[in-house]
Antibody, heavy 120, light 107 residues
Framework: QLQLQESGPGLVKPSETLSLTCTVS??????????WGWIRQPPGKGLEWIGS???????YYNPSLKSRVTISVDTSKNQFSLRLSSVTAADTAVYYC????????????WGRGTLVTVSS | SFELTQPPSVSVSPGQTASITCSGD??????ASWYQQKPGQSPVLVIY???KRPSGIPERFSASNSGNSATLTISGTQTLDEADYYC??????????FGTGTKVTVL
């Protein structure tokens, strides 16, 4: 059974770069049927798609975050990663990684999420 | 830009039917998905490709999508259906778009 697990620092200072990794277990990240994505949810608020990547490295980013986001993939480790630069308090959120079914672009499997707080 | 709007809240009595709408320009021309999120948990896919239910999702969850709106219907609502619900679609210009979310209260 495929599982996704986010990992990374829970506290990041303002103006620094947030870095998270999603480890995929129970299956291979190298499938053309799926993309792999990051979604975030500020406390008490709704879901926001950040970006997505294929196993070959093709990416899509949310235009509102594109200038600060980089998503990469490491197929040898079955992982994909998120980097968000120049963070502010507004980037405080629970960050989820998810598997995306390419045919119709829906998120069929989610990680448990990890809370990242931006504070000095 | 493409946006999806949902009512902030819906209240329903146990055993009754809850309907949640999701509005967006020409949403009917895209596939809509729906997610259930309970407090402190990750979202769970309950509907994909407008009307399909993933394995394990009860039959009381159904949906439709046409014109400028999609609708999620929960028939015979149970207390365990109390949660936040989000619609989602993919826009070729923007990418993944989530609705504003609807809190379903069963009382």
């Amino acid at each position: 059974q495929l599982q996704l697990q986010e990992s990374g620092p829970g506290l990041v200072k303002p103006s620094e770069t947030l870095s998270l990794t999603c480890t995929v277990s129970g299956g291979s990240i190298s499938s053309s049927s799926y993309y792999w994505g990051w979604i975030r949810q500020p406390p008490g608020k709704g879901l926001e798609w950040i970006g997505s990547i294929s196993y070959s490295g093709s990416t899509y980013y949310n235009p509102s975050l594109k200038s600060r986001v980089t998503i990469s993939v490491d197929t040898s480790k079955n992982q994909f990663s998120l980097r968000l630069s120049s963070v502010t308090a507004a980037d405080t959120a629970v960050y989820y990684c998810a598997q995306i079914v390419v045919i119709d672009w829906y998120f069929d499997l989610w990680g448990r999420g990890t809370l990242v707080t931006v504070s000095s | 830009s493409f946006e999806l709007t949902q009512p902030p809240s819906v209240s329903v009595s146990p055993g009754q039917t809850a309907s949640i709408t999701c509005s967006g320009d020409n949403l009917g021309n895209k596939y809509a998905s729906w997610y259930q999120q309970k407090p402190g948990q990750s979202p769970v896919l309950v509907i994909y490709q407008d009307i399909k239910r993933p394995s394990g999702i009860p039959e009381r969850f159904s949906a439709s999508n046409s014109g400028n709106s999609a609708t999620l219907t929960i028939s015979g609502t149970q207390t365990l259906d109390e949660a936040d619900y989000y619609c989602q679609a993919w826009d070729n210009s923007i990418g993944g778009v989530f609705g504003t979310g609807t809190k379903v209260t069963v009382l």
